[in-house]
């Protein structure tokens, strides 16, 4: 499917996996609005603030860039993030609240207020996880909130079924990005030491991916795409070189 002249909507297009993919859609021809907090960041030519745990902000969000983009071909629910790496029995209700509003509260948030917007031949593309089909120690609230995106995804499937909207759920394994950080709460040693000895996925591996769901013929969904590090079978098992 050749994407040129259509509009995409990408949360948490400021790094990572949101902002290759966004470069990826504007290479392609698609109009992007890119929304995240750090607004300073975002490169998409339409760029707006975002903060997706907040309804107020996701409604001012979805309505600037629908007004500005004149409607909406693809959605990317990509905003997300872990926060922690410790047994269940150290988690805090701050971190808990923090991860579930965001990766599934606000995913779901982001989904229900574009879906009227969304035009025939739209796409709506999940980021899940390999932590969301494998569960691996000292990650039970990401691990939850992530099996919860993927059950929403078949959800979704089931309801736009008949309507013409293709849905998929991209679900990467260990990939180098400021998730780590984020996770570890500024902590750069802990947040290296995670891809020291193996050799990661990029962010351009992840839009990658994503570039391939939406160019497939119209007919043709891609439902699940599970991509792990090489030297990875798990959250939990991953071979580092010494
Ligand atoms: P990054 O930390 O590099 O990027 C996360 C993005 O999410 C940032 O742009 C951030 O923007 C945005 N974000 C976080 N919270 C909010 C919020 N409340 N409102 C709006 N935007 C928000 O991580 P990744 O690129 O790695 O992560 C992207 C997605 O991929 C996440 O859903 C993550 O769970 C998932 N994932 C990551 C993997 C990895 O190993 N890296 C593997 C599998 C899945 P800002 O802070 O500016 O708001
Ligand atoms: C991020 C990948 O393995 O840290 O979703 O859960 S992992």
Not at 103 to 110: K, P
Not at 127 to 155: C, P
Not at 186 to 210: F, H, M, N, R, W
């Amino acid at each position: 499917m050749n994407l040129t002249g259509k509009t995409a909507i990408v949360t948490g297009a400021s790094s990572g996996f949101g902002r290759s993919t966004a470069r990826m859609l504007k290479d392609a021809g698609v109009r992007v609005a890119g929304g995240a907090r750090r607004t300073e960041r975002l490169e998409t030519e339409v760029a707006l603030e975002l903060d997706v745990t907040d309804p107020e902000s996701s409604e001012r969000f979805v309505a600037a860039a629908v007004e500005q983009l004149g409607g909406i071909d693809i959605l990317i629910n990509n905003a997300g993030l872990a926060l922690g790496r410790a047994p269940f029995d150290e988690s805090s209700e701050e971190d808990e609240r923090t991860v579930f509003e965001t990766d599934v509260r606000g995913l779901v948030r982001m989904t229900r207020l574009c879906l009227p917007h969304i035009r025939d031949e739209g796409h709506i593309v999940n980021l899940g996880s390999i932590a969301g089909r494998q569960a691996y120690e000292g990650a039970a609230t990401y691990v939850a909130a992530k099996f919860a995106v993927r059950g929403f995804t078949y959800a979704l499937r089931e309801d736009l079924l008949g309507r013409p909207i293709r849905i998929t759920t991209v679900d990467p394994g260990l990939a180098e990005t400021e998730f780590s950080v984020v996770r570890f709460k500024g902590d750069q040693a802990k947040a290296d030491a995670v891809y020291k000895g193996v050799d990661p996925l990029t962010p351009d591996d992840i839009a990658d991916c994503i570039m391939f769901a939406l160019t497939r013929p119209f007919h043709v969904n891609i439902d699940e795409i599970v991509v792990k590090a090489q030297a990875q079978s798990s959250g939990g098992r991953i071979i580092r070189e010494p």
